[in-house]
């Protein structure tokens, strides 16, 4: 029988390691990982091997040659191009006449491929999957089956809402060669993405295997230490090299190679490989080092990999540390956990690397230096950039000016050359400073910047629904933490950005790979100077002027101290409003308000209205994309009431539709029905609910934390247009908002967060989904659960170690025992989970 190993990656997460070394050539264990591809293969009789290169691809021919050395053939096919997972197989289509495997050459594994084998014949199928649960599913591709075992949903990539299961595809494939003609020739073409959805599509028998065993992605440094870790706490058992020493955990390498000194100390499982000399008083636990290397006096190695030709000068200590080859590390030197080092670079004396450091090859560090980020390419490496849309830290601790300048260069190097950008701020001193050094980043990928400098947020995104600019950028603090700066990116429709966007933000960040443009290119920086009547013009155009002129309403504004100051009184003004500003003045030295300063305002707020004898009030956000509203009683709505309110004063009409978050009650839902208007539900980011307000028919969408989008103006989040058109809507029914708001009726809805490890949150809605096998189900995001009385939602958390509960019923009681119940189960289901 054949087997395809995919060997052809660039292997640019595990950078630095792969800069001159083809990411399957990595050595685990003193061999490389696909060496132990090759030795699973032949423990399950597969000797015929086709290997698919693409990157470097000589070292690896060299390494293999025809095979015979290792006891297989080997076939070597190189695509042209890249033409993607599938279309690489298909290069090779003239050697697959029979039925083949196909693996991954960057895997560790032990999975029992025969027992695949057979499923795959047992169920006469055409393509069957290896199957496994992890723990965190969120960086591959979700399989459901059903009990026979036949596909039936693909996620690629899903986020924590779309997580229905923790078992995913391991890029293992059994295939029948006719699976081949489904793939054009010459074209960019992947597995998970095209064919077998395809295969789905057209019902074919397309299958899943849930295999038992250990199985690795080596996709980056963190992933290759927890492999290393793992070989050395027995999780998996590999073919050694080195012969087993008189001591337990302690493997030899061959003749004048590694001499067991009597005064090291060894404990867990130690290499050490050919001609490497361990000397004096050294300290090796769970450590695995390459050949003809030298360890000196007093050196520390702990949960360490060494390349081949490290020298290890005394006293040196290195933790959770991999080292490149020919790489010399001075005396006294300290490396802590996550420090990588690329080949043939020199660490000095005394010199100190913080955790997860990066050095990429043929690099100096200095005796007594300090590096606390990257060397050469910049500053500190970080797990992740984006949350959702938008980047977050303490200003000027965590997003420094050099942060922001390194970002601006990543998200411009996405960019085509030339391009136009928008950005803008709020009104503090911190969002200027970082949004300037931002812009810096951006000229130098040679992007041009149109920056409209303190303008509120809905008037930048209206500007970015017409032609001119390929995204946006936003600078803002957060209104929950005044210590937080937040940077908010747009598309070239004013959307959120999309994941993908984010992620490929990300990878330049981390890979440092910016475009840097030629000192004549960088691009330039100009104003639009008439956007604010841009946008009134729009503003007034979506409203009935006259009638809310005719109604004269009097309202009280808190504008916050905002930049809606500057648009918001002049716009209610010219809709023939009575204004009644506070807190108007711009003061960027001022920070967003406590929350017991902003109650202490909304009452204040409440007073005004009752003793002016006002239509309304209102609290703008600081960024103007959500507003606070006030009745005529000067009470405040909660966020539930916002929306329903809204809703109910809309005109009826049966092909009207509101949008709604999944997380909102469903007693909207029923509000809206008797205006005669459907409700289309969609997830709760930003960008699902904008995209969803485009859609035709939809008057109103909202979120449940006041933003609203009126798609009559734009399909953006506007408060300073929601104030305007609920007085509109006031206007047309010769109501006041006390009056529709005491007619509201809701049922019981209650919300409920609990801890849940990351590891565990797929194994939670894997259970959730099973538990709900005979329920009727939403999958929009998490897990909602319809039942006779109510409904219960169960959603994790995308960014933080949580499950979050919603419940909603006609009484208090029936909520509070729905929710009761499901904390109860999912509380259990991760007891079981840690059980294992």
Not at 10 to 24: C, Q, S, V, W, Y
Not at 283 to 289: A, D, E, R
Not at 500 to 505: E, F, H, P, V
Request: net charge negative; glycine share 8%; charged share 25%.
């Amino acid at each position: 029988m054949k087997a395809v190993i995919m060997a052809g990656g660039f292997g640019t997460r595990l950078h630095p390691l792969t800069i001159n070394l083809p990411k399957p050539m990595v050595p685990i264990f003193n061999r490389p990982i696909m060496l132990h591809i090759v030795d699973l293969l032949k423990r399950h009789g597969i000797t015929e091997l086709i290997m698919l290169l693409y990157h470097q691809p000589e070292t690896i021919r060299r390494f293999f040659g025809d095979g015979s050395e290792y006891g297989v053939s080997i076939t070597y096919v190189t695509p042209l191009d890249d033409f993607g997972t599938a279309g690489a197989v298909k290069a090779a289509a003239k050697h697959l006449d029979e039925r083949f495997v196909i693996i991954s050459g960057d895997l560790l594994t032990d999975f029992d491929l025969s027992q695949a084998l057979d499923f795959h014949e047992q169920k006469q199928a055409q393509a069957t999957l290896a199957l496994t649960p992890v723990p965190d599913p969120l960086q591959f591709g979700v399989v459901i089956t059903d009990n026979e075992g036949r596909i039936n949903k693909f996620l690629e990539k899903p986020d924590w809402g779309e997580v229905f299961s923790d078992t995913i595809n391991t890029g293992i494939y059994i295939l029948e060669p006719e699976v081949l003609d489904l793939i054009p020739e010459g074209e960019n073409y992947d597995w998970s993405k095209d064919v077998f959805p395809a295969m789905l599509a057209k019902e074919a028998p397309l299958f899943g295997c849930t295999l038992q065993g250990y199985w690795a992605d080596i996709g980056h440094t963190d992933a290759y230490l927890d492999a290393s870790r793992d070989l050395c706490a027995g999780k998996i058992k590999v073919e050694i090299a080195e012969k087993a020493a008189k001591k337990k955990g302690l493997y030899l390498g061959a003749e004048a190679g590694a001499i067991e000194p009597r005064q090291a100390k060894f404990s867990g499982t130690v290499l050490i490989g050919d001609n490497s000399r361990v000397l004096g008083r050294a300290s090796l636990k769970n450590t695995v080092i390459g050949r003809n290397c030298v360890i000196e006096d007093d050196v520390e190695l702990k949960d360490c990999v060494l390349w081949d030709n490290v020298f290890v000068k005394a006293g040196a200590k290195l933790e959770g540390a991999v080292i490149g080859s020919s790489v010399k590390i001075g005396k006294d030197a300290t490396l802590k956990p996550g420090s990588v080092i690329g080949d043939h670079s020199t660490i000095g004396d005394q010199a100190q690397l913080n955790a997860d450091v990066k050095v990429w090859p043929n690099k100096i560090v200095e005796a007594g230096s300090i590096v606390t980020g990257n060397l050469i390419w910049g500053e500190v490496w970080r797990k992740s950039l984006f949350e959702g849309a938008l980047v977050k830290g303490l200003t000027n601790i965590e997003l420094t000016p050099e942060f922001a300048a390194k970002l601006g260069a990543a998200y411009g190097s996405t960019l085509p050359k030339g391009a136009y950008v928008l950005t803008g701020r709020d009104a503090f001193r911190s969002s200027r400073m970082l949004k300037r050094s931002f812009v810096g980043g951006l000229l130098s990928a040679g992007i041009n910047v149109r920056d409209v400098k303190r303008l509120p947020l809905p008037v930048l995104r209206y500007k970015l629904t017409t032609f001119g600019e390929v995204g946006g950028v936003h600078f803002r603090q957060s209104d929950r933490d005044a210590s937080v700066t937040e940077i908010v990116f747009f598309d070239e429709q004013g959307h959120e950005i999309s994941s993908n966007s984010a992620k490929a933000i990300e990878r330049i960040f981390f890979k440092e790979n910016f475009r840097r443009v030629h000192f004549s290119e960088p691009g330039t920086i100009s104003e639009l100077p008439n956007i604010l009547d841009y946008y009134r013009d729009g503003f007034l155009r979506a409203l009935d002027k006259e009638l809310i002129s005719a109604s004269r309403p009097r309202v009280v504004v808190d504008l916050n101290h905002s930049p809606a100051a500057d648009v918001l009184p002049v716009l209610l003004n010219d809709l023939g409003c009575e204004v009644i500003e506070l807190n108007s003045h711009i003061d960027e030295t001022l920070t967003p308000p406590a929350a017991e300063e902003k109650e202490a305002r909304l009452d204040q707020l409440g007073r005004i209205i009752v003793s002016l004898q006002a239509t309304a009030g209102f609290m703008i956000g600081p960024s103007g994309e959500r507003a606070t509203f006030l009745d005529d009683k000067g009470v405040s709505l909660s966020k539930i009431e916002t929306i329903a309110l809204f809703a109910v004063l809309e005109k009826p009409k049966k092909s009207n539709q509101i949008v709604l978050p999944i997380t909102a009650p469903e007693s909207i839902e029923r509000m809206a029905a008797e205006r005669g208007m459907k409700t289309k539900w969609t997830k709760g980011d930003g960008r699902s609910i904008g995209l969803a307000a485009q859609q035709k028919h939809v008057v109103m969408a909202a979120d449940m934390e006041r933003r609203l989008i009126f798609p009559r103006f734009h399909p953006h989040f506007d408060g300073m247009f929601s104030i305007a058109r609920l007085l509109e809507l006031l206007g047309k029914q010769e109501k006041n908002i006390s009056e529709v708001r005491s007619k509201l009726q809701f049922d019981s809805y209650l919300t409920l967060q609990l801890p849940c490890s990351w590891e565990q949150k797929g194994g939670i809605m894997r259970l959730m989904n099973e538990a709900s096998t005979d329920l009727q189900t939403t999958f929009i995001d998490g897990v909602k659960v319809h039942l006779e009385q109510g409904w219960v939602l169960v959603i994790p958390d995308p960014y933080r170690p949580l499950v979050h509960l919603r419940a909603e019923a006609s009484t208090l009681q029936r909520t509070e025992a729905l929710i009761n119940e499901y904390r109860d189960k999912v509380e259990l289901w991760q007891k079981e989970l840690l059980q294992g």
